[in-house]
């Protein structure tokens, strides 16, 4: 059974950075296209990063969220940057293809405020 941890979210001032990371256990990431998404309060979830150019992701995380990777601990990050109080979300970390989706994990919480 595939399982899914992220971890380092948590308080930052506007124009802050955070890490963060997601574990997967149970496969390995290096089969699939991995991605973050977040989920705010009365919103749909939503990608905001994956690898290459991700055209469906919003322009406003453009330039400033990466995705990045370690296959072999079976890691998966999201370099934050330049935070915005919009940015207040859960993220959420996952495959790219909709049909291969893990069961979500938990999630960890990002809260831009000053």
């Known amino acids: 059974q595939v399982k899914v941890v992220e971890s380092g979210g948590g308080l930052v001032q506007p124009g802050g950075s955070l890490r963060l990371s997601c574990a997967v256990s149970?496969?390995?990431?290096?089969?699939?296209?991995m991605a973050w998404y977040r989920q705010a309060p009365g919103k749909q979830r939503e990608l905001v990063a994956t690898s290459g150019d991700c055209t469906n992701c919003p322009d406003s995380v453009k330039g400033r969220f990466t995705i990045s990777r370690d296959n072999a601990e079976n890691l998966v990050y999201l370099q934050m940057n330049g935070l915005k109080p919009e940015d207040t979300a859960r993220y959420y970390c996952?495959?790219?293809?909709?049909?291969?989706?893990?069961?979500w994990g938990q999630g960890t919480q990002v809260t831009v405020s000053s």
């Open positions: 996952n495959t790219l293809v909709a049909r291969l989706w893990f069961s």
């Open positions: 149970g496969t390995r990431i290096s089969f699939y296209a």
